[in-house]
């Protein structure tokens, strides 16, 4: 099963919405076993990734919520299917803007109760594009189900708080001006 909703191919895609170079230092934020960091690295960008429960070699321990980076030292945070668990997006998105550097990308795409694009914007990232993808978070979301192969135990518990509410899945490329 992949990891997040559309596996490698999702990554590729939102990697096709900028212009990236191979000098480029990337941080995965939620990277689990650093799947997309690899594939940051097969484009020889400097890739990194942080994760409470790192379970890959190229992923290290960390909090997104509580980045060990510097201010202004990464060109791309990417991260997916990763914030929302965390129950503090706007955190997450203000700790990518920190780390930013000028001109830096945010990839995000994330479970959305409705206001993402809106906290992003009030972060200060330009958005330069928006995409629903719910429906690739409905097959993931059925297929963990059918397999019983949520993740992480944050999901049965989010499946229980947000019971009945409408839930989507989006896309947003962000940049720091």
């Not at 321990?61 to 503090?88: E, K, T």
């Not at 550097?101 to 594009?129: H, P, V, Y």
Request: aromatic fraction near 10%.
């Amino acid at each position: 099963m992949n990891r997040h909703p559309g596996g490698e191919a999702q990554t590729l895609h939102l990697l096709e919405n900028i212009e990236w170079k191979k000098e480029m230092k990337a941080l995965d934020l939620g990277a689990g076993e650093g799947d997309t960091v690899r594939i940051l690295k097969s484009f020889g960008l400097e890739a990194h990734g942080v994760d409470l429960f790192p379970r890959g070699s190229d992923v290290e321990i960390g909090d997104f919520l509580h980045l060990q980076y510097s201010s202004d030292s990464i060109d791309l945070c990417i991260s997916q299917c990763a914030f929302f668990v965390s129950r503090d997006q706007k955190n997450a998105l203000s700790e990518c803007w920190r780390v930013l550097k000028k001109g830096g990308f945010l990839l995000l795409s994330d479970l959305d109760t409705g206001n993402l694009l809106k906290m992003a914007e009030q972060t200060g990232f330009t958005i330069l594009r928006q995409e629903d993808q719910t429906l690739l978070w409905r097959e993931y979301y059925l297929e963990a189900i059918w397999n019983d192969s949520f993740c992480c135990d944050e999901y049965k518990l989010l499946q229980k708080e947000y019971k009945g509410k409408k839930l989507r899945y989006t896309m947003l490329v962000g940049r720091k001006e």
